[in-house]
């Protein structure tokens, strides 16, 4: 039930920065935790970071601890994923994604309820 409009992505330098944005909509379902992967070619598709509404807990993938940041705007009812200090190995498409219940932190691709369009990263070295 819940919708999700993402927006962002595009090219950057390594070392850049780019912001990551998912709208939720849907009633209820627009408060299930939500979260990002990401998906290069040949790869499976991977857990990058997820945040509880309820608590503002955040989760991140060892890979990008310390670069990447989940944040909310409450006002908006969306979802950023704010990416510093990029490498091309980041390069990937990325996808918002909201969990499949209330109770589940969306960390694996079976959690999910709901997916976003998806949007290319492509970080140039």
């Known amino acids: 039930q819940v919708q999700l409009v993402e927006s962002g992505g595009g090219l950057v330098q390594a070392g850049g920065s780019l912001r990551l944005s998912c709208a939720a909509s849907g009633r209820t379902f627009s408060n299930y935790p939500m979260g990002w992967f990401r998906q290069a070619p040949g790869k499976e598709r991977e857990f990058v970071a997820a945040l509880n509404w309820s608590n503002g807990y955040t989760y991140y993938a060892d890979s990008v601890k310390g670069r990447f940041t989940i944040s909310r705007d409450n006002a908006k009812n969306t979802v950023y994923l704010q990416m510093n200090s990029l490498k091309p190995e980041d390069t990937a498409v990325y996808y918002c994604?909201?969990?499949?219940?209330?109770?589940?932190?969306?960390?694996?691709?079976?959690?999910?309820?709901?997916w976003g369009q998806g949007t290319q990263v492509t970080v140039s070295s």
């Open positions: 994604a909201a969990s499949r219940a209330k109770i589940v932190i969306p960390r694996s691709s079976s959690t999910v309820g709901s």
